[in-house]
């Protein structure tokens, strides 16, 4: 069963308490930039560990320290709580990066 896709209203509610995640392509879109390709990699893997373990995946790549985020649930066609979980995590763990730019 397909879980239920996000309101307006909770959408903006969640952009208004993480600030640096947008809406793009229909999708919560974030982009992080780190002092290095090393820290980048780093978030990138304990992100990798989080998304497994809640069995929901992100689309992203890297480019050095670049890291390029989007959360969208394939199966309800939109985003969903499972994507402001996650990326609440990606904030937590981007937090613990100290030198995140």
Known sequence: MALKKATDTEIQAFIAKYDAWRIKGGKLH?????NDFIEAFGFMTKAALVAQ????????????????VDLTTHES??????????AAKMEQLA???????
Do not use: C, M
């Open 30 to 34: 974030r982009e992080y930039i780190f």
């Open 53 to 68: 373990s809640s069995n929901h995946h992100p689309e992203w790549f890297n480019v050095y320290k670049k890291v390029v």
């Open 77 to 86: 066609a939109g985003i969903t709580q499972l994507d402001f979980e996650l």
């Open 95 to 101: 937090d613990l990066t100290q030198d995140l730019q």
